[in-house]
């Protein structure tokens, strides 16, 4: 059978150009500041129509996105900030107009930076065992939903947090092929995300990987972000068991209205799956008094930078990227950003059983704290110092008793 590649489904609110609609973060300029940032911007534009002899309104538009862009990158809003970059790059031109030409290099600075950031999660995958622990847990609890079953669909929303091989799922496949009992016939997996490109290049590389195991593997991609999706897109079939899988993702849809996480869990609930996955970190950075969310958020990453120096040496130049273009950008979210543009709302446990609850979901307690434990064991020194505890129906990873993330699941 020739090989398809996989079929990607563009839903969500749009702008003209295809993107997901863009809005300024206000709360980033005072009235005073956005009043010179205007002027400023027709001062550029009546500078291109000068020079350049037309074109004042595309120079404005591309203007206005390279600030948007800019404004994304600096939230930490990395969905926003690679939508723009897709539509600038065919705009901003190294053989264009004088301020095509400067865009270009800006262009070219600002997916740089994002390049560092992907750089610096792909050494905290590595490196930290915090991720991993997620995986690790909501695999095993995947697994023993689909014991017997010859056709699954998993779905998972971030899309294994845009890491770009897939680190998730190529485990979870292999333990599919090599688990005992009849082979699984079919088995679908569909990513939900906003950056299209990404989602395509997991998936066929997934694809392939299973193919190269004798497994039948179906990947679809939803280009979305949570907000967006809808029931109909998951596009489930009748006879498949279907599970949900969300790892260091949900709290990205907290809001102060609690009304966004409120539509995406009735949205996941809609769905019926066997089995939610929910992996978080277990610390509070979504109160509302700014001192309350620093102290939390000191306290907490103290300990995280503490397992670091444990597992590299200090001058480890891996270890200064991954603090500074990781941890640090979260840090810098928590701490310098409100309204729309703070993504980094953790919260406890205690407090997503309330949310879940309220969804309508009830716990499926997971018992597996002697083979987290053992998992555990297993990550060699780096892991010196962290603890597993099983603790309501949950499984925490802290560093020396301070709890970090925090796993558990959902049923219907």
């Known amino acids: 059978m020739p090989y398809k590649r996989p079929k990607t489904d563009i839903v969500g609110d749009t702008g003209p150009v295809?993107?997901?609609?863009l809005c300024f973060r206000d709360h980033v300029k005072s009235y005073k500041q956005r009043l010179s940032f205007d002027e400023g911007l027709d001062a550029i534009a009546g500078s291109e129509v000068e020079v350049g002899g037309g074109g004042g309104g595309d120079a404005m538009d591309l203007v206005r996105m390279l600030i948007s862009c800019a404004e994304a990158v600096a939230c930490r809003d990395r969905a926003q900030a690679s939508a723009l970059l897709m539509d600038l790059r065919a705009q901003a031109q190294v053989l264009g107009t004088s301020f095509?030409?400067?865009?270009?290099?800006?262009?070219?600075?600002?997916?740089?930076?994002?390049?560092?950031?992907?750089?610096a999660l792909e050494l905290a995958y590595k490196l930290c065992p915090f991720i991993r622990f997620g995986h690790f847990v909501a695999n095993e609890s995947i697994l023993e939903v689909l014991a017997g079953e010859s056709s699954a669909?998993?779905?998972?929303?971030?899309?294994?947090?845009?890491?770009?091989?897939?680190?998730?799922?190529?485990?979870?496949?292999?333990?599919?092929?090599?688990?005992?009992?009849?082979?699984?016939?079919?088995?679908?997996?569909t990513g939900v995300g906003p950056r299209a490109e990404r989602l395509e290049s997991i998936?066929?590389?997934?694809?392939?990987?299973?193919?190269?195991?004798?497994?039948?593997?179906?990947f679809r991609a939803i280009v979305t972000n949570l907000?967006?999706?809808?029931?109909?897109?998951?596009?489930?079939?009748?006879?498949?068991?279907?599970?949900?899988?969300?790892?260091?993702?949900?709290h990205h849809v907290v809001k102060e209205s609690r009304g966004a996480l409120n539509s995406v869990l009735r949205t996941i609930h809609g769905l019926t799956p066997r089995v939610l996955v929910l992996v978080e970190q277990d610390v509070n950075h979504n109160g509302p008094f700014f001192m309350g969310r620093f102290m939390e958020g000191l306290h907490y990453y103290s300990a995280v930078f503490d397992a670091l120096d444990v597992a590299l040496p200090r001058y480890d130049t891996r270890r200064a990227k991954m603090e500074q273009f990781y941890f640090?950008?979260?840090?810098?979210?928590?701490?310098?950003?409100?309204?729309?543009?703070?993504?980094?709302?953790?919260?406890?446990?205690?407090?997503?059983?309330?949310?879940?609850?309220?969804?309508?979901?009830?716990?499926?307690?997971?018992?597996?704290?002697?083979?987290?434990?053992?998992?555990?064991?297993?990550?060699?020194?780096?892991?010196?110092?962290?603890?597993?505890?099983?603790?309501?129906?949950c499984l925490t990873l802290g560093w020396k008793s301070k709890p970090i993330v925090t796993a558990s699941c959902w049923k219907c």
Request: net charge negative.
């Open 18 to 21: 295809g993107l997901p609609r």
């Open 227 to 250: 907000e967006g999706l809808r029931p109909e897109d998951v596009k489930a079939e009748k006879g498949e068991a279907l599970v949900v899988n969300s790892v260091l993702e949900l």
């Open 328 to 393: 640090a950008e979260e840090i810098r979210n928590i701490v310098s950003c409100e309204g729309i543009a703070r993504v980094e709302r953790h919260e406890r446990a205690d407090q997503w059983r309330r949310r879940m609850s309220r969804a309508g979901f009830q716990p499926s307690p997971v018992k597996m704290g002697a083979q987290a434990k053992g998992w555990l064991g297993r990550e060699g020194e780096g892991a010196h110092g962290f603890t597993v505890v099983e603790d309501k129906g």
């Open 203 to 218: 998936g066929d590389g997934l694809v392939d990987f299973a193919r190269g195991l004798g497994l039948e593997l179906e």
């Open 100 to 119: 095509q030409r400067v865009a270009f290099c800006f262009v070219t600075g600002l997916s740089d930076r994002l390049s560092e950031w992907d750089e």
């Open 153 to 189: 669909h998993v779905v998972d929303l971030g899309m294994s947090l845009g890491l770009p091989i897939g680190h998730q799922w190529r485990d979870l496949i292999q333990r599919i092929v090599d688990r005992p009992g009849p082979p699984m016939r079919r088995i679908r997996l």
